[in-house]
């Protein structure tokens, strides 16, 4: 004991106190590089194996800009190969194509999962089993019954049915969520239903079963869009992880409509090669079109992308005006150029109070960082004060 003592002390003595100083500020040093690692560490791992994590990815890579645009692009590519499927190649069983789309969605995303590229769920506390097995029921009623009314109704009948969709949306929200729409966004959604109603209904032929169809579609399709917006942006799913939980639910409800909805013959249609090329490319345009459609819904709103939709059939009319010499005629022109001011007010509606939340937001923020910011201070001042006392 004595002979480290004496070592201290000449240790002490060759060191000086500014030595000592200086060994006690690097182990300092180190701990606090070490804290640093380990809060680097984490949040790594949330943003990389959290739910919270890969939401906040998707949302700074595919903001609505990208989601809507990407949307659009494979909306207009599947609309021209599905033309392509049911006319030329002569597959009129649209139960049975949607089923194959699913099946090879749920492939596709397998696929993802063994290579772990598919986002990490929310836990299940956060969304029950009930709203999942929902959606994907919703889901093929809203997507079987789609393709259905498309073959048994006219294109007029068609759309007017796609134009309800919209207040039925409104209805919806309000509905389940107390969500109001204000006065001047209802009134240019108005304008917009009525402008597409002019550019797009020329051809109201009715039939009992299609106008069924058409009827029973409107509900699940707007309800569809809904949940798929409310538990991205409310249960923090991603658009993947929720196609990976919902596509099985959804095949399996298709398989049970196929027999009720589908014609017969769908084995001795003519499997070459040709035929199915097309119906795959069809398929994989259909998991983009699902995977895209998902990513705006997150990104937007259930009403924003029926809008979106509705631009769909406006950049339709007019491109095949300009580009291919079609001749729609004035009225339906006249009817495009009201939709397309409509949904110009409406999006313009929509960046103003997206400004405004983010404004309100920021101050509220700074509020509460503040508030924490004395409420340290105060806790760091009764320790000292505690501190002192003793």
């Known amino acids: 004991m004595q002979f480290s ?20 500020r690097k182990h ?22 959290t739910s919270e994590g890969a939401r906040r990815q998707q949302q700074r890579f595919c903001g609505p800009v990208v989601a809507m645009s990407f949307n659009f692009f494979v909306s207009v590519g599947i609309i021209l190969t599905n033309k392509l499927v049911m006319g030329k190649v002569g597959f009129n069983f649209p139960i049975f194509l949607t089923l194959i789309h699913y099946t090879v969605a749920w492939l596709l995303l397998a696929f993802f999962k063994v290579l772990s590229w598919l986002p990490v769920s929310p836990p299940s506390k956060t969304s029950p089993s009930s709203a999942l097995f929902s959606l994907g ?5 809203a997507s079987g019954l789609a393709n259905t009314s498309l073959k048994y109704n006219s294109v007029g009948f068609y759309q007017m049915a796609k134009i309800s969709v919209t207040p039925t949306i409104v209805l919806a929200e309000f509905i389940l969520f107390r969500k109001t729409v204000s006065v001047k966004k209802v009134l240019a959604l108005a304008v917009v239903s009525a402008g597409i109603a002019v550019a797009t209904v020329t051809d109201l032929e009715f039939n009992a079963f299609g106008a069924c169809i058409a009827i029973a579609w409107i509900i699940p399709s707007g309800v569809n869009k809904i ?21 099985p639910i959804t095949i ?34 259909g998991f983009l079109l699902q995977w895209s459609g998902a990513l705006a819904l997150g990104a937007t709103s ?10 769909k059939t406006c950049v339709i009319l007019l491109g095949g005006y300009l580009l291919l010499d079609s ?29 405004e939340g983010s404004t309100k937001q920021i101050p509220m923020q700074n509020h509460v960082s503040k508030a924490k910011g004395s409420e340290n201070g105060s806790e760091g001042s009764t320790v000292i004060n505690t501190t002192n006392e003793v």
């Open 5 to 24: 003592s004496a070592g201290m002390g000449l240790l002490d003595c060759l060191l000086g106190a500014e030595a000592r100083k200086s060994i006690k």
């Open 28 to 49: 300092s040093d180190a701990g606090e590089a070490g804290k640093a690692l380990e809060v680097i560490r984490g949040s790594l791992y949330i943003e990389l194996r």
């Open 137 to 141: 029921a919703i889901m093929a009623f």
């Open 227 to 247: 949940l798929w917006s409310n538990l991205q942006q409310q249960a923090n799913w991603t658009a993947l992880a929720l196609m990976w939980k919902t596509t």
């Open 252 to 285: 399996f409800f298709l398989v049970a409509l196929m027999p009720w909805l589908d014609p017969p013959g769908v084995l001795l249609f003519k499997w070459d090669i040709n035929n199915v090329s097309a119906i795959l490319v069809s398929a994989l345009l």
């Open 302 to 311: 259930a009403t924003s992308h029926v809008v979106l939709g509705q631009f």
């Open 327 to 355: 001749d729609p005629g004035l009225v339906s022109l006249s009817g495009t150029i009201v939709a397309l001011v409509g949904m110009s007010v409406y999006t313009s509606l929509n960046l103003k109070e997206s400004k």
